[in-house]
């Protein structure tokens, strides 16, 4: 059975960082890829960033040189670091398989605010 646990997620001021975490059972994201998506109330989940089985990445043009996404092959974890936070970023961050969509986890909040 496939799942996405997503964490690291928080509360920070416009100009912060955080990095979230997702692991995954029942699926190798070195066989896949992986992306994070996020989606605020209202509007549909958009994929913000990914990495391709053969480790090529790219970002969403709103992320690109502020986000950066990465992944442990031996924990099966891909992991999204975010530096200069801005209010625009607040939303629920989750991981998948873009193409390849597994069942979503609870996703991960952050809040980027003064």
């Known amino acids: 059975q496939v799942q996405f646990v997503e964490s690291g997620g928080g509360s920070v001021q416009p100009g912060g960082s955080l990095r979230l975490s997702c692991t995954a059972s029942g699926i190798h994201f070195t066989l896949f890829g992986a992306g994070w998506y996020r989606q605020t109330p209202g509007k549909e989940r958009e994929l913000v960033a990914r990495?391709?089985?053969?480790?090529?990445?790219n970002y969403t043009d709103s992320v690109r040189g502020r986000f950066t996404i990465s992944r442990d092959q031996r924990k099966n974890s891909v992991y999204l670091r975010m530096n200069n936070l801005k209010p625009e970023d607040t939303a629920v961050y989750y991981c998948?398989?873009?193409?390849?969509?597994?069942?979503w986890g609870q996703g991960t909040q952050v809040t980027v605010s003064w």
């Open positions: 998948n398989i873009p193409g390849r969509l597994g069942p």
């Open positions: 990495v391709t089985r053969d480790s090529r990445t």
